[in-house]
């Protein structure tokens, strides 16, 4: 495994991030988290980790500079504004294609919250995405830009998201790529109830 702290310079400030790339690595997944959120997030490390085991590099990276997310965090400046999130993330993936460890592998998009939305506008702008994975996203939020997305998409929501499934569900009726909604039963917004424990086998006869 081979795990790298870079930043990556755009709109005039430097993102920091994180690229981890196991050996032989077949794919790399782009982590676009929503606001509140960051590189360090445990769900996302969780996920990121689940994803290395089975083979794909990951990028986790910020979309915003601390400075920026303690602003939004008073007044929501950047959280709702897609075109800046797609258009950092857009300068990461181009990142991306320079970077010898990486270049050659296909890219996949993992979005929550707002940054589902940035994902699937920065992915309507290019070929270079192969797959979009939204978890409690506002896809809603791409607007226009749904109807030019070609990676084949996978909204997940959870079941007692009610507004968000209904979010989802319109969005999805603006995309003309191949895509699917998955509700995950007993879950809320963005999964953050603790995981149930696992059934134990019952005892046999």
Known sequence: ???????????????????????????????????????????????????????????????????EQRHDDVDATYRFNIALLARRLGATLVWLQQRAEVASLRVGLFGASTGAAAALVAAAETHTVGAIVSRGGRPDLARTALTSVCAPTLLIVGELDMEVIRLNHKAAGQ???????????????????????????????
């Open 1 to 67: 495994m081979q795990t790298l702290q870079v930043e990556i310079p755009v709109d005039y400030v430097e993102l920091g991030g994180i690229l981890e790339i196991p050996d032989n690595a077949r794919a790399i997944v782009v982590f676009v988290h929503g606001s509140g959120s960051s590189r360090f997030s445990p769900r996302n490390r969780q996920v990121a980790a689940g994803l290395q085991q089975a083979g794909f590099a990951t990028r986790l990276f910020d979309l915003l500079t601390l400075e």
């Open 175 to 205: 995309l003309t790529c191949e895509h699917r909604t998955t509700i995950v039963a007993g879950a809320t917004h963005l999964f953050e109830e603790p995981p149930r424990p696992r059934r134990s086998n019952p005892p046999c006869c």
